[in-house]
């Protein structure tokens, strides 16, 4: 039993790892504690994490499996979601983004705080999200901006 145990939470494909997520939902006790034990273990050999009271109203599709994603246990993810690698489900003080249904979320993106995102918005690769995105949307990169200066480059600016 012990070997099976073991062989199981290896988590070679991301089935095992659902799959205990979803019962891991549903038990509660000694039994609960060993489908976050199989969780953690299958998360870990795939790089990634969900956190154990994050909300998925559907599996998201993960086209490169777990492979850098971190999911907040506040976060709460819509149906039919697509989620590439290295994204980051942030929380700020408790508060992580609440995700509609169709979206897209692309690689190294950085979704934190207690946003909505809307239906049908796509995220593209390295943005950064801090603000509430409406329905129907494409949200791209960041604006730059300076945030401070050093006095070095002052100095070799002057005359």
């Not at 979601?81 to 983004?97: F, K």
Request: charged share 20%; net charge positive; hydrophobic share 35%.
């Amino acid at each position: 039993m012990k070997e099976f145990l073991i062989d199981y939470s290896k988590g070679n494909e991301l089935n095992n790892f659902w799959r205990f997520y979803r019962k891991r939902e549903t038990s509660s006790g000694i039994l609960r504690s060993l489908y976050t034990f199989l969780m953690c273990r299958s998360a870990t050999k795939h790089g990634g994490y969900v956190g154990p009271g994050a909300r998925l109203s559907d599996i998201p599709s993960l086209p490169h499996g777990l492979h850098g994603v971190y999911i907040s246990r506040y976060a709460s993810i819509g149906k039919n979601c697509r989620i590439y690698q290295n994204v980051s489900i942030g929380e700020v003080d408790g508060q992580a983004p609440c995700i509609g249904n169709n979206c897209l979320i692309g690689a190294g993106a950085v979704l934190v705080g207690g946003i909505r995102i809307g239906d049908n918005v796509k995220i593209g690769a390295g943005a950064v999200v801090s603000e509430d995105i409406p329905d129907n949307c494409t949200v791209v990169s960041v604006k730059p901006r300076v945030i401070g200066r050093s006095l070095q480059d002052d100095r070799r600016n002057l005359p």
